[in-house]
C-alpha cells in the first residue's frame, strides 16, 4: 500500500505453511500465478539492474525484499517500509 506517491511503500503480510527459518521475498516482472513453479512469473523485477540484497542493503534491487522468518508454527507476519 502506498498512501500516495511520495509516501513509503509499506509491505504487510501474514503466510502459513513455511519452514521454520528465513526465506527470500520479492517481486518478479509478472504477476501470473497459474503455475507454481514461477516460470510464467518472469525474473524478479529489477528495473535499475543492480545485485540482490537485503531490504537495508545499499546494492539491493527494488523487487527485493530480504527474508521473512517463518516461526515454530509455520507462520511469518511481516510489515516493512520502502
Known amino acids: 500500500k502506498q498512501d ?8 504487510s503480510g501474514h503466510i502459513n505453511k513455511l519452514a521454520p527459518g528465513k ?6 516482472v509478472y504477476g501470473n500465478l497459474l503455475k507454481s513453479d514461477c ?3 518472469g525474473g524478479h523485477w529489477n528495473p535499475t539492474g543492480v ?3 537485503s ?3 545499499e ?3 527494488a523487487g527485493d525484499f530480504g527474508n ?5 508454527e509455520n507462520e511469518s507476519k511481516f510489515y ?3
Not at 526465506?23 to 518478479?28: D, S
Not at 521473512?68 to 515454530?72: D, K, M, S
Open 68 to 72: 521473512i522468518t517463518a516461526n515454530e
Open 51 to 53: 545485485d540482490h540484497g
Open 80 to 82: 516493512f517500509l520502502f
Open 4 to 11: 500516495n506517491k511520495d509516501s513509503p511503500v509499506k509491505i
Open 39 to 41: 516460470m510464467n512469473c
Open 59 to 61: 546494492n539491493s534491487h
Open 23 to 28: 526465506h527470500g521475498i520479492h517481486i518478479h
Open 55 to 57: 531490504r537495508t542493503s
